[in-house]
């Protein structure tokens, strides 16, 4: 079965300073790996994906993260934080079970910018 | 978001009642999902489609029912609501067999008072 791990609740980063938001998964084939980002009370928006081409992948907004088999690791990096990257940070992996795709989320972090 | 349309968007509704959710999309995706979102939970599955007529279970499905008698719809229906069931619901959609990512609804703000 499929799970996903968020690795911090909370990211603490001062503005321009590079950002971290760690996700590790387990997944038994091949998964594909996906970070959605989600401003207050809004809904969620694909930063970016892994469908088993490239190990690093660039996102929108200066994000990319880095496909990582032998750790199970996806983590999210971004040089520069800016106060409008402030919001919760979503990993998912999705993989073929049972007959069906289904995404799997991890609990979010939420990334704090201070000025 | 473009594609995919939640209605309503907010409800409040009262325990014992029965509510139903809409998800449209106009994009002819094969699956769709519904999803609450609870602080701390991140989203977690109520149920999925994979085709018209065809649905299945998620991981927190106790009390919820779907239908989906068309591809552009899917329907959540809360059967009594409960407290418990007072969320935020997403609806997803995706040809995930295609490569592609999951594209979200605005959201359902659900108060069951």
């Known amino acids: 079965a499929q799970s996903v791990t968020q690795l911090d609740s909370h990211v603490s980063v001062s503005e321009g300073t590079p950002v971290l938001l760690r996700c590790n998964y387990s997944?038994?084939?091949?998964?594909?790996l996906f970070w959605y980002v989600q401003h207050p009370n809004k809904g969620l928006q694909l930063l970016l994906k892994?469908?088993?081409?490239?190990?690093l992948v660039k996102g929108i907004n200066g994000f990319e993260a880095e496909f990582k088999k032998s750790e199970t690791s996806f983590h999210l990096t971004k040089p520069s934080a800016h106060m409008s990257d402030a919001a919760e940070y979503f990993c998912?992996?999705?993989?073929?079970?049972?007959?069906?795709?289904?995404?799997?989320f991890g609990r979010g972090t939420s990334l704090i910018v201070h000025p | 978001d473009a594609g995919i349309t939640q209605s309503p968007r907010h409800k409040v509704t009262e325990t014992g009642t029965p509510v139903t959710l809409r998800c449209h999309q106009t994009?002819?995706?094969?699956?769709m999902y519904w999803y609450r979102q609870d602080p701390g939970h991140g989203l977690r599955l109520i149920h999925y489609s994979y085709g018209v007529k065809d649905t299945d279970k998620g991981e927190v499905s106790d009390g919820y029912s779907v239908s989906r008698s068309k591809t552009e719809d899917f329907l959540l229906t809360l059967e009594s609501a409960t407290s418990s069931q007072t969320s935020v619901y997403f609806c997803?959609?995706?040809?995930?067999?295609?490569?592609?990512?999951?594209?979200f609804g605005s959201g359902t703000r659900l108060t069951v008072v």
């Open positions: 892994y469908t088993s081409a490239a190990t």
């Open positions: 998912v992996v999705s993989e073929w079970s049972g007959g069906s795709y289904i995404p799997t």
């Open positions: 997944s038994s084939y091949s998964p594909s």
């Open positions: 997803a959609i995706s040809s995930p067999d295609r490569g592609e990512g999951y594209t």
């Open positions: 994009e002819n995706h094969r699956y």
